[in-house]
């Protein structure tokens, strides 16, 4: 069956990076594309942007370009997503879904909590 | 891109009907049939229960049903039972491989 498995909670001070990992599994990993999709502390979900996993051409939504960076290791089957200079604006729940063929948010991550703080 | 636009509470009693609308534009809702709905309990991840506007995935319940008109979806559930209480999002295709999801609705089952 097909699972999105994502890294453990983080703990970052300001200025600080993290690397949140998406290990995808019970399906061929290229054959659809990853999104992530942001929730801050008792707010909505956010769609962040998505990666290709086939050329590992990233698409970026308003707001996250430069600091957001996507990636992958296809061997490995997973997505990653990177975030620098962390900010405490940038504490929030990160998941990773998988784009189905009905080009739809058809499986998700369990979500891994980044937690910003000094 | 702006959030859709959904009600940020609305209320049932078990047995009863509520419906979720969810508004956006003609770059969005109103220009493609790629709008979907997901549920989520507290703590828990978003769960898909409709897309292509009116779709249910195998497994949810009938007693979902959604519709689009213009720039506005809506989501209805009948048969309001406890386990229905959650938070509501709709997520729209916007064109250039970009997605806008919806403020959320929290959904209470008096």
């Known amino acids: 069956q097909v699972q999105l498995e994502q890294s453990g909670s983080e703990l970052k001070k300001p200025g600080a990076s993290v690397k949140v990992s998406c290990k995808a599994s019970?399906?061929?990993?290229?054959?659809?594309?990853m999104n992530w999709v942001r929730q801050a502390p008792g707010q909505g979900l956010e769609w962040m942007g998505w990666?290709?996993?086939?050329?590992?051409?990233?698409t970026y939504a308003q707001g996250f370009t430069g600091r957001f960076v996507f990636s992958l290791d296809t061997f490995a089957s997973t997505a990653y997503l990177q975030i620098s200079s962390l900010e405490a604006e940038d504490t929030a729940v990160y998941y990773c879904?998988?784009?189905?063929?009905?080009?739809?948010?058809?499986?998700w991550g369990q979500g891994t909590l980044v937690t910003v703080s000094s | 891109q702006s959030a859709l636009t959904q009600p940020a509470s609305v209320s049932g009693s078990p047995g009863q009907s509520i419906t979720i609308s969810c508004t956006g534009s003609?770059?969005?809702?109103?220009?493609?049939?790629?709008v979907s709905w997901y549920q989520q309990h507290p703590g828990k991840a978003p769960k898909l229960i409709i897309y292509?506007?009116?779709k249910r995935p195998s497994g949810v319940s009938d007693r979902f049903s959604a519709s689009k008109s213009g720039n506005t979806a809506s989501l209805t559930i009948s048969g309001l039972q406890a386990g229905d209480e959650a938070d509501y999002y709709c997520?729209?295709?916007?064109?250039?491989?970009?997605?806008?999801f919806g403020g959320g609705t929290t959904l209470t089952v008096l």
């Open positions: 879904t998988r784009e189905g063929t009905a080009m739809v948010f058809d499986f």
């Open positions: 019970g399906y061929t990993f290229t054959d659809y594309a």
């Open positions: 990666i290709n996993t086939n050329t590992g051409n990233p």
């Open positions: 003609s770059s969005d809702v109103g220009n493609y049939n790629l």
């Open positions: 292509d506007v009116t």
């Open positions: 997520c729209s295709y916007a064109g250039r491989s970009t997605w806008v």
